[in-house]
């Protein structure tokens, strides 16, 4: 397990990391998001100490890395894998030197590399690939061979500093599942940086959110889903844009706040308070934890008290809001849209 | 009127193939020697700069100032200026050893030079590959540097061979030897047209020669 303490960064005056702390126990993935400018890839290069902390402190399994000497730092941040945004390979190594690559500093026999670069190549199902080199393969395929790299030294935390970025929904998805797959078989800590929504839905099991480089809210993403309706809320389960305008009164917005939430609600609910439901937007999902999530826009075609409305939604585990609530896509754009939204709205 | 004696055609060579021994002995040596110290020069510049693996900006600006001191002279100039050091070295100013060194004071920092720039071609991140692996320096530049850069190296080596060339004929005139000293001599100076032409065939095709064959070279070597 990995326990980062007031981790703080400074570049002179400038504070980049500001008292961090989070920690990923065992066989968890713990996703950081934020937009860009956050502090997301500094804490990433901290975490793995690519960069020293101002302060603060970095516990892996137990032993503070912040506070090791240079030769023993070489030794012990072998505990932290990383997996680098597009992979990172040697272009001049095959896949399989790649992999190998972490275990020749250290004194691993030949024999063994090879045994080990086998079992990880067919972990992450690549062993038929493991002559090419990275030109010849996918954006997906490097990452796979980039996870099996991380995975090398057998460390107990494993950072993954955007490994999706880049690649399409479909091998996205199958890199996720590789992670998760990852984290259950070898019950590794997974850090995961992201500032991709649909990736921590789909696999983190904790999230917090770096604003400025503070955490600024954090939670089992079940819990900030489900309680919430704050932006990290909004921005891991948005709302698609209704056909309706949001401020006519007899409009509700609906978050699942259970679980077990009955789908049948919308039938149930339009009988109990006799009348007809438009559903304008709606997203439902079923996350990590096999229950369900949504948010869901809908609007009564006959006035009700709204105490009335309020109640009978709660009665079935749904969260009732009268009127519209901002979207918040803020912290998922991507920096090159950002940047554009930004010379837009400068000219 | 003047009359041009040249060498009969069945001549040449007995004057042509000593001299293409020398040049390649003079160019040899001298690759040798910028090899052995311009690439761990250039690794040393890279890597004192603000990008390199340790930073050090006193080292960086020094080694720097003396790699461009060696390539801001014209070669004549530049081995008129250290006879006394050749003197010293090898303990003679004519002849294929008076003109390794200066040929090697001209090669070490073109070569550093050409190395640093193929090492600063390798995104970072794939340094950071090896350090967050825990790799030492040393082993960052032995299994990162020298390796990525590889096919950078060797063209820059190629590069480096045409230059010597070309530096070995100017060192001709101390006497050196070699195909640019029997081009100047007799081709020049005697009015020798077999002699030029057979020196400017040669050097000409020695230069594709080693061009083409650096870009085969490097075009295997990366992937």
Redesign the interface.
């Known amino acids: 397990m990995i326990e980062v303490t007031a981790l703080t960064k400074r570049y002179g005056s400038l504070t980049v990391l500001d008292g961090v702390d989070f920690a990923v126990q065992a066989g968890e993935i713990a996703a950081v998001v934020g937009p860009s400018g956050a502090g997301k890839s500094t804490l990433a290069r901290c975490i ?3 960069e020293k902390p101002t302060s603060g402190s970095i516990l892996v399994d137990g032993k503070d890395l912040t506070r090791l000497s240079r030769r023993e730092l ?2 012990a ?2 505990a ?1 894998g ?1 997996v ?3 992979a ?1 390979l ?4 095959t896949a399989a030197e790649n992999v190998e ?2 275990m ?3 004194d691993i026999s030949h024999s063994e590399r090879v045994t080990r670069v086998r079992e990880l190549l067919d972990r992450v199902g690549m062993l038929h690939r493991a002559n090419h ?4 393969l996918s954006g997906g395929q490097q990452q796979r061979i980039g996870l099996a ?1 991380g995975l ?2 057998k460390p107990s935390v494993l950072l993954a500093d955007e490994p999706t970025s880049g690649l399409d929904p479909h091998t996205t998805s199958s890199i996720l599942k590789l992670l998760a797959e990852l984290r259950d078989e070898l019950r590794v800590a997974v850090v995961l940086i992201t500032h991709e929504m649909d990736v921590v839905r789909s696999v983190a099991d904790s999230v917090a959110r770096l604003h400025e480089g503070k955490i600024i809210e954090r939670g089992s993403v079940a819990e900030v889903v489900r309680s919430s309706d704050s932006e990290l809320a909004r921005a891991l389960l948005p709302l698609p844009p209704g056909p309706a305008p949001l401020h006519e009164s007899a409009v509700w917005q609906l978050r699942y706040e259970r679980p077990d939430v009955d789908p049948a609600w919308l039938t149930s609910i339009g009988r109990e308070l006799d009348t007809d439901i438009s559903v304008l937007a709606g997203l439902i999902e079923t996350i990590d934890d096999g229950g369900a999530a949504g948010r869901v826009t809908v609007r009564f075609e006959r006035p009700l008290a709204a105490a009335q409305v309020r109640a009978a939604f709660a009665s079935r585990g749904i969260h009732a809001t009268q009127g519209s609530i901002a979207r918040a896509d803020e912290l998922e754009r991507e920096p090159e849209e950002r940047q554009e939204a930004l010379v837009r709205s400068a000219a | 009127m003047i009359l041009a004696t040249a060498t009969p055609w069945s001549g040449v060579s007995s004057l042509l193939l000593p001299a293409l021994g020398q040049t390649a002995a003079m160019v040899g040596i001298v690759m040798g020697i910028v090899v052995a110290l311009g690439l761990p020069l250039g690794l040393l510049i890279f890597n004192t700069s603000p990008r390199g693996l340790t930073p050090h900006t006193t080292v960086h600006a020094s080694i720097s100032w003396i790699a461009n001191l060696g390539r801001s002279l014209p070669f004549l100039v530049l081995m008129a200026t250290v006879i006394p050091f050749t003197q010293l070295v090898v303990n003679t100013t004519i002849g294929i050893k008076a003109a390794i060194i200066p040929m090697s004071l001209a090669g070490i920092p073109f070569f550093a030079r050409l190395v640093e720039n193929a090492v600063r071609e390798i ?1 970072r ?2 340094l ?9 320096v040393l ?1 960052v530049i032995r ?2 540097q020298l ?2 850069a ?2 950078g190296i060797v063209a820059g080596l190629s590069l480096n061979i045409i230059a010597m060339i070309e530096y070995s004929a100017i060192a001709g005139a101390i006497g050196a030897g070699g195909l640019g000293y029997l081009a100047v001599n007799y081709g020049y100076e005697q009015f020798d047209s077999h002699i030029m032409i057979s020196c400017i065939v040669v050097l000409v095709l020695i230069v594709q020669i080693v061009q083409f064959g650096g870009d085969r070279i490097v075009r295997s ?3």
Request: aromatic share 6%; charged share 20%; no cysteine.
């Open positions: 793995n100490l690519l070489r030794s941040r072998r932290i990383t680098f945004q597009s990172s040697l272009q001049r190594l690559l972490p020749r500093y250290l080199y990275p030109s010849q790299r090398a030294l | 995104p991140t794939r950071d590959v090896g350090i967050a692996s825990g790799a030492s082993q299994t990162i390796t990525e590889l096919p070597l990366t992937h």
